[in-house]
């Protein structure tokens, strides 16, 4: 496999779901560990100069992860995660909004179900994530929020972390 290191984020057909690919360096178990640890995700899932801030995580079935994205200035921005499958170091489903500081959603922005998909190549993984909305117009709102960006930015966070934290 060779590993490009690209972020890849793309509409589906429907208009309801974006679909991202990305490769990354490090094996499957290392990868899934940054996505399911809030050690670890406080360091990556953020878009710089922001970072995540977990209050709470329960990574399980029936689970949530509960935290801030915080800005240079102080600002924050909480989300709550509310985990609903997962095949351990194969893929988990997700459903995340935006939240006041306990977790009770704010209607600010759509809600989005994830499912995130790890694929070994040997030394190597692929992830697929598919974040399904109710309608284009609720895609649309996230995209221009910043969301393409912002998670390319955050992902890129993660070749880092994989490379120093995880090495």
Same mark, same amino acid.
């Given at each position: 496999?060779?590993?490009?290191?690209?972020?890849?984020?793309? !509409?589906? @057909? %429907?208009?309801?779901?974006?679909?991202?690919?990305?490769?990354?360096?490090? #094996?499957?178990?290392?990868?899934?560990? @940054?996505?399911?640890?809030?050690?670890?995700?406080?360091?990556?899932?953020?878009?710089?100069?922001?970072?995540?801030?977990? !209050?709470?995580? @329960?990574?399980?079935?029936?689970?949530?992860?509960?935290?801030?994205?915080?800005? #240079? /200035?102080?600002?924050?921005?909480?989300?709550?995660?509310?985990?609903?499958?997962?095949?351990?170091?194969?893929?988990? $489903?997700?459903?995340? %909004? &935006?939240?006041?500081?306990?977790?009770?959603? $704010?209607?600010? @922005?759509?809600?989005?179900?994830?499912?995130?998909? &790890?694929?070994?190549?040997?030394?190597?993984?692929?992830?697929?994530?598919?974040?399904?909305? /109710?309608?284009?117009?609720?895609?649309?709102?996230?995209? =221009?929020?910043?969301?393409?960006?912002?998670?390319?930015?955050?992902?890129?966070? +993660? /070749?880092?972390? +994989?490379?120093? =934290?995880?090495?």
């Amino acid at each position: 496999m060779i590993i490009t290191k690209e972020t890849n984020i793309r !509409k589906d @057909a %429907s208009g309801k779901k974006l679909i991202v690919t990305r490769d990354f360096d490090a #094996p499957v178990e290392k990868v899934w560990r @940054a996505w399911t640890e809030s050690s670890l995700l406080d360091n990556w899932w953020a878009p710089r100069p922001w970072r995540a801030q977990t !209050k709470s995580l @329960a990574f399980k079935e029936g689970g949530r992860w509960l935290y801030a994205m915080v800005g #240079p /200035d102080g600002t924050r921005m909480c989300c709550r995660v509310d985990f609903q499958t997962i095949q351990l170091q194969k893929n988990f $489903t997700a459903l995340s %909004s &935006f939240c006041d500081e306990n977790g009770m959603d $704010t209607g600010t @922005a759509p809600a989005m179900e994830w499912k995130v998909e &790890f694929k070994s190549a040997g030394t190597a993984t692929m992830i697929m994530v598919e974040i399904s909305f /109710d309608s284009e117009a609720d895609l649309q709102k996230i995209v =221009e929020m910043g969301f393409k960006e912002g998670f390319t930015m955050a992902l890129g966070n +993660l /070749d880092e972390i +994989l490379d120093t =934290e995880l090495h």
